[in-house]
């Protein structure tokens, strides 16, 4: 189902965020990439699932995106 396929997609980040090449950047693009996605829509996708699945993740993965 897509729910369940979007929830196993989305803690799928949380290992790639934590190997050597997993850079925000990579991630998103990579993501972007096998899901048919826009960047803008898979770089959201990827700050949703980090938020849910890691948080302790976002600021060191974003710290320069999330400056007011």
């Known amino acids: 189902s897509q729910p369940a396929t ?5 803690r799928s ?3 790639k965020a934590l190997s050597p090449s997993g ?3 990579a991630i998103v693009s990579e ?7 826009t960047r803008e ?3 959201a996708f990827t ?3 980090i938020a849910t699945y890691c ?5 060191p993965m974003l710290p320069h995106r999330l400056q007011a």
């Open 23 to 25: 850079s925000f950047d």
């Open 41 to 43: 829509r898979a770089a």
């Open 31 to 37: 993501m972007a990439e096998l899901n048919n996605l």
């Open 47 to 49: 700050i949703v699932a």
């Open 13 to 15: 980040v949380c290992p």
């Open 55 to 59: 948080p302790a993740l976002i600021s």
């Open 6 to 10: 979007a929830v196993a997609l989305g």
